[in-house]
């Protein structure tokens, strides 16, 4: 099996998509796929990397896209290659094929505000004629800076989730899906990830020198 994950991170290698994609890659890799990554945003800079993109695709059995949550959407790179692959698919595409999975991390508390993001993905295999493999779907992504070791816990929950989910992809299924509940679990409580969260905020503030407070809303009439 040829799979291909696509970061769709403008952060590349530094991202917590690569992290999260790269964990899920070596997975499937010791159960026998050949994994292919790309970088989105590094790829649409020219014709020859955008046309690089697009056969990769066409060549693979499984798509697989890790990427952060935008404005409850996929970042905007993103959302052109997939419009690419769809103007390239046309009506001559194999039906269900490749297998369309997805890893989304959001910095929200809550796992479900990625659900719209999700749901256009669902959308694009169906219209595309894509299998919908489903989709591993977190909050609280802003933690993953530190890699898994530093997590609460070590990450076990997440760890647990990708590897079910590679074993299961690489076998021609979908993604379980008490791999995706596990992975939806959050890290810390609400409260403690809003209060650490809201002093950074406030680090960075202070940092940069910001005369105005936090609840500043010039534009709110």
């Not at 530094?14 to 070596?26: C, K, M, P, V, Y």
């Not at 693979?60 to 698919?89: H, I, N, Q």
């Not at 590679?166 to 939806?184: C, N, Q």
């Amino acid at each position: 099996m040829n799979a291909l994950m696509l970061v769709g991170s403008p952060k590349g290698r530094n991202s917590s998509s690569f992290l999260l994609g790269s964990r899920l890659a070596e997975g499937m890799g010791k159960h026998g796929v050949t994994v292919r990554v790309e970088f989105v945003h590094q790829g649409l800079r020219t014709e020859e990397g955008t046309r690089r993109l697009l056969d990769a695709v066409g060549s693979s059995d499984l798509l697989v896209l890790a990427f952060p949550l935008y404005v409850d959407s996929l970042p905007a790179p993103l959302t052109r290659l997939l419009e690419l692959v769809a103007e390239r698919r046309g009506s001559s595409a194999y039906p269900g094929a490749p297998r369309l999975a997805v890893v989304i991390q959001c910095g929200f508390p809550e796992a479900h505000h990625c659900d719209t993001a999700v749901g256009i993905c669902r959308l694009f295999a169906v219209r595309t004629g894509m299998r919908w493999a489903g989709a591993l779907a977190m909050g609280m992504g802003g933690q993953l800076a530190r890699g898994f070791r530093k997590l609460p816990g070590g990450g076990r929950n997440i760890l647990e989730a990708i590897d079910r989910t590679a074993e299961s992809l690489a076998r021609g299924d979908d993604v379980p899906g008490e791999a995706t509940e596990l992975f939806a679990k959050p890290l810390v409580p609400r409260w403690m990830y809003t209060l650490f969260g809201n002093l950074g905020w406030r680090m960075q503030m202070r940092k940069n020198k910001s005369r105005r407070p936090m609840s500043y809303r010039p534009y709110a009439q």
